[in-house]
């Protein structure tokens, strides 16, 4: 009997995903960096050891950069078709290796597979949109009010890029900016999360393998971010830095960014409102609110973190929210039927336990928990808090996890003032069945981003981000494409032609 007839199918299907990745990504060629050493990767649901790849220095980093400088100008001049026809490829390419791809998220982040497979389907459908968006023309044509000047604008790639991603939509986040920044012709270094980097080298060898020329796009795995990232960013070859994680870290890098005058993009932390007001209808209340709050089990930027809900509901919204919650079915997320996987790590589950300890102690009530198996990896049971006081550490730090807390509030004022009582501004969601109530809260709330009726608000096609602490800039749509472009301004005699154009 062979090695491979004796594993489950299931640990067969881990084994040839975790084979298949390459160790290291650099400036031209995949190679492990020398003499550098390894990163290991665990997976989550066991706490195992599962792949290990280099772990880069300073010095692979710069040599990615001057790679990145060195291929990007030609790259720059390449037809936005021919750039769209490589983009075109590389999304066959990611539906062709879906369950590849959705393997590795899996045992990287500890996602269930439905939900990584939905993930691989939501990167695929980014390039895909910047592939479209790459044809589409650029700049605009005018004549100056007094019509002595014409106004041409040409968009130009910015030039060589830092992308840097966090760990729990690691191939999301990596072609939500790699995408634009290829078609835009820019070339790019992309810097994946510690726990993470798996799905983010085989997205970069299949775009090697799309046409996109070497050194154009690298892979930077490193155990040391903050010494990597700096040197980056204080070399002049170095054009923009786009960053998806925390608010302290953007901070920091944007503190970086300003000695330099560097473009950035900044998609930061959120601080989620969930507003159910008393003539939302119940289902559709709960249905979107398990949507929102646990998509990813509660492990991303937009999850709802507080929800708010108005007193003539909030009984009966609890009630349905916390049999929903303590339904789910907790385990590995290569598992059929379960349908939460565990947390990133140690740090993850520590800190929603904390949180939820917090909110106990100054008197909310634990109104569902879920149970989690027993054993390794890093399980938090679902939970949903009642009567989370406004002081309470979760109304004011993002939870990560699937903790659901609720407020109560009597009127439209005091949902809004809580609502809006945070340095955050990311997503925020709207429950009514009053269409003038929905407009008028979702202009007062302080938000990049409003779900009406909706606990979903990503799309391919829409700007994403934040404002407030949350970010600068949007990814996704027309205007995530203008991040990587700047726009020269040609300045033309003016032409005076004579009326009917004789
Ligand atoms: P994080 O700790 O800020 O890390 C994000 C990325 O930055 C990782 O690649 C990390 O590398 C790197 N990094 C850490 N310190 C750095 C430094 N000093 N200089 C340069 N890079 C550094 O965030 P995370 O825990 O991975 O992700 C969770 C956060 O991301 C949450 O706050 C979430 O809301 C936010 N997020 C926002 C969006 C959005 O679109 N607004 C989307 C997803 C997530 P290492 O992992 O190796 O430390």
Redesign the pocket.
């Known amino acids: 009997m062979t090695d491979q007839l004796q594993v489950r199918p299931a640990q067969k299907d881990a084994k040839e995903a975790l084979a298949s990745v390459p160790s290291g990504f650099l400036a031209d060629s995949w190679r492990a960096p020398a003499p550098g050493g390894v990163l290991t990767v665990e997976d989550p649901a066991t706490g195992e050891a599962i792949a290990t790849v280099a772990d880069c220095t300073e010095e692979d980093a710069l040599a990615a950069l001057g790679a990145a400088a060195t291929a990007g100008p030609a790259w720059a001049l390449t037809s936005p078709r021919e750039r769209a026809d490589t983009l075109h490829r590389l999304v066959a390419s990611m539906h062709a290796h879906r369950e590849r791809l959705a393997w590795l998220l899996t045992l990287e982040v500890g996602k269930t597979l439905a939900e990584a497979r939905g993930e691989v389907d939501y990167a695929a459908d980014y390039v895909r949109w910047y592939a479209e968006e790459a044809v589409r023309p650029h700049g605009r044509s005018t004549v100056a009010p007094d019509g002595r000047s014409h106004i041409l604008t040409v968009a130009e790639p910015v030039g060589p890029c830092l992308l840097?991603?966090?760990?729990?939509?690691p191939l999301a986040?990596a072609a939500r900016k790699v995408a634009p920044a290829l078609a835009a012709g820019c070339s790019a270094i992309l810097?994946?999360?510690?726990?993470t980097p798996l799905s983010s080298l085989v997205f970069a060898e299949l775009a090697l393998a799309a046409g996109v020329p070497a050194g154009v796009l690298t892979v930077v795995t490193?155990?040391a971010?903050?010494g990597?990232?700096?040197r980056l960013i204080a070399d002049e070859r170095l054009r923009k830095v786009s960053?998806?994680?925390?608010?302290?870290?953007?901070r920091?890098?944007l503190q970086q960014a300003g000695q330099r005058v560097l473009r950035v993009s900044m998609?930061?932390?959120?601080n989620a409102p969930f507003l159910v007001f008393d003539d939302a209808d119940l289902e559709l209340a709960v249905h979107e609110a398990m949507i929102a709050k646990m998509r990813m089990g509660g492990q991303?930027?937009?999850a709802a973190n507080r929800f708010l809900v108005q007193d003539g509901i909030a009984d009966r919204f609890t009630a349905a929210l916390a049999e929903r919650m303590t339904a789910i079915r907790v385990g590995p997320g290569w598992e059929d039927g379960v349908d939460l996987g565990p947390l990133v790590d140690a740090r993850a589950v520590a800190k929603a336990a904390r949180l939820v300890e917090d909110a106990r102690e100054r008197g909310a009530t634990v109104v569902a928990r879920a149970p989690v198996p027993d054993g390794p990896g890093w399980y938090f049971p679902p939970t949903v808090l009642d009567h989370v006081p406004a002081d309470a550490a979760i109304c004011s730090e993002?939870v990560?996890g699937p903790v659901a807390a609720i407020s109560r509030f009597s009127t439209e004022d005091e949902a809004l003032a809580r609502a809006n009582d945070t340095e955050h501004g990311?997503a925020a969601y709207v429950l009514t069945s009053d269409f003038d109530r929905a407009r008028r809260v979702a202009g007062r709330l302080q938000s990049g981003m409003v779900g009406i009726n909706r606990g979903l608000v990503s799309n391919v096609a829409a700007p994403?981000?934040?404002i407030k602490q949350?970010?600068l800039g949007r990814?996704g749509g027309p205007e995530g494409l203008h991040e990587y472009q700047q726009f020269k301004y040609l300045s033309m005699p003016g032409f005076h032609a004579p009326a009917g154009g004789a």
Do not use: H, Q, Y
């Open positions: 840097i991603t966090p760990w729990n939509v986040m810097k994946p999360a510690e726990l490193t155990s971010p903050a990597v990232c700096a960053f998806t994680g925390s608010t302290p870290v953007g920091i890098l998609e930061l932390g959120g991303s930027c937009v993002e990560f990311l994403f981000g934040g949350s970010g990814e």
